[in-house]
């Protein structure tokens, strides 16, 4: 289990706990005000608009189950992202909406993810991106509200919490007898038995048309053609992958040398290694990928085979 943490502020955190808590892979939820101007608030102080706190509620989940880009995506579900310090009946800057982070390393994931929002809404959104710089637990009567009261009040209609129990990742790993029946002899070879397929005998070794690359056993995004580079080694060659969240590196010394393995962290298939002898104005690295391990998404297919969100990475 990989426990990881992230505050979300949607309006009432009754509701906001109660949604959070029925995604799978989110372990422990609670509510609290998060960065305002004193220690201990109490809910009155909090509510007399005098100490800048936010309700907000304490998400902890499972990283080997849930990643943070699909939570994000279920917080855009339940809140009215442009609008400002109210969210269903509740006003005041108690009720703005905001995610609030204590590792670093999700700030360009909660980033991305609020920039594809707002390229998707035609007004403004209003959805703070800040570190968390205190949080204190609501009183005890705040704290699963919604399950000591089910017909209490909630900003969030029921039937979303139902739609919550249900929802999963896009991308998910498959077992071996699906994987099996659906990838080709070699494809399995190599994503499964971390097989290599030959050098200039495969089908991407060459090809430089625009679009992504996808994981062949999850269909997850995992490198993209504008980072892909043509390094004379006879298999596809990236400078990295989409986001190093989509990958793994391991130590592989199977061939009697220390090399480093790469794989999909979401489908665990083997892709190839990655070196040092890259481009230097690319970052220095190569990613040597099977062609076996990837299925090509031209860019001009991306949005009608649900790639659409993706489409951001040619704006640059």
């Known amino acids: 289990m990989k426990r990881h943490d992230i505050y979300f502020a949607g309006g009432c955190f009754w509701g906001v706990e109660k949604y959070f808590s029925c995604i799978q892979g989110v372990i422990e939820t609670e509510v609290g005000y998060a960065n305002g101007n004193k220690e201990n608030p109490t809910y009155e102080e909090v509510c007399n608009h005098t100490t800048d706190f936010v309700e907000c509620v304490h998400v902890v989940y499972d990283q080997d189950i849930v990643s943070l880009s699909f939570l994000l995506d279920m917080f855009y579900k339940v809140i009215d992202p442009t609008s400002i310090n109210r969210q269903g009946n509740d006003i005041g800057n108690q009720y703005r909406t905001g995610v609030y982070y204590i590792d670093k390393n999700d700030l360009l994931v909660i980033k ?13 959104i209003a959805v703070e991106c800040s570190l968390l710089d205190n949080f204190y637990l609501a009183e005890e009567y705040h704290q699963k509200y919604l399950d000591q009261h089910p017909h209490g009040y909630c900003h969030i209609p029921a039937f979303q919490f139902e739609e919550a ?4 990742e896009r991308f998910s ?8 029946n659906s990838l080709s002899d070699e494809q399995y070879s190599v994503t499964q038995l971390n097989a290599t397929e030959r050098p200039y005998e ?7 048309e625009e679009g992504i690359y996808v994981d062949v056993t999850t269909d997850e995004p995992l490198f993209v053609s504008t980072d892909k580079f043509d390094s004379g080694c006879g298999w596809p060659s990236f400078s990295k992958p989409i986001e190093r969240k989509v990958i793994k590196e391991l130590r592989d010394t199977s061939l009697g040398i220390n090399r480093t393995e790469v ?23 190569r990613y040597c990928i099977n062609s076996a391990s990837l299925i090509f998404i031209p860019k001009d297919q991306m949005e009608e085979k649900g790639y659409q969100d993706y489409l951001y990475l040619f704006q640059k």
Do not use: C, M
């Open 202 to 208: 495969n089908i991407y070794w060459d090809a430089f």
């Open 173 to 180: 790993k498959k077992d071996k007898e699906e994987l099996k």
């Open 112 to 124: 991305q993810s609020l920039q594809l929002l707002q390229d998707k809404i035609k007004r403004d």
């Open 165 to 168: 129990k249900q929802a999963k």
């Open 263 to 285: 794989r999909s962290k979401t489908g665990d298939a083997h892709l190839g290694h990655v070196f040092t002898d890259g481009p230097q104005d690319k970052g220095g690295l």
